[in-house]
Nanobody
Framework: QVQLAESGGGLAQPGDSLRLPCAASGFNLARYAVAWFRQAPGKERERVSCIGITEGTTYSADFAKGRFTISRDSGKNAVHLQMNSLKPEDTAIYYC???????????????WGQGTQVTVSS
């Protein structure tokens, strides 16, 4: 069974860090591009970070640059989103998606996980 599963969400205080794993089962995630998206209540879904099949190829939204890092963990068939210096405006459901390329994911196509809730509040 092909599946993506996000985890690692929860309640954090401003300035804290969280790491969100996106684990794949049933296929080799290293052969696909992966992206993280998020959706806050009442807002449209937005891209956070993408990583291409060649690990050197990454893309991050302006709000994520300098704070969030996307990376592969080939040993665990996963992609991680390391989030540092969290802010209340980072509160959202975070989703990972996988597809044949970064442009495919940017176009909104691909396979999606169920999401993990991140809440940043003091």
């Amino acid at each position: 069974q092909v599946q993506l599963a996000e985890s690692g969400g929860g309640l954090a205080q401003p300035g804290d860090s969280l790491r969100l794993p996106c684990a794949a089962s049933g296929f080799n995630l290293a052969r696909y591009a992966v992206a993280w998206f998020r959706q806050a209540p009442g807002k449209e879904r937005e891209r956070v970070s993408c990583i291409g099949i060649t690990e050197g190829t990454t893309y991050s939204a302006d709000f994520a640059k300098g704070r969030f890092t996307i990376s592969r963990d080939s040993g665990k068939n996963a992609v991680h989103l390391q989030m540092n210096s969290l802010k209340p405006e980072d509160t959202a459901i975070y989703y990972c998606a996988t597809g044949s390329s970064v442009p495919t994911l940017i176009a909104g196509r691909g396979s999606w996980g169920q999401g993990t809730q991140v809440t940043v509040s003091s």
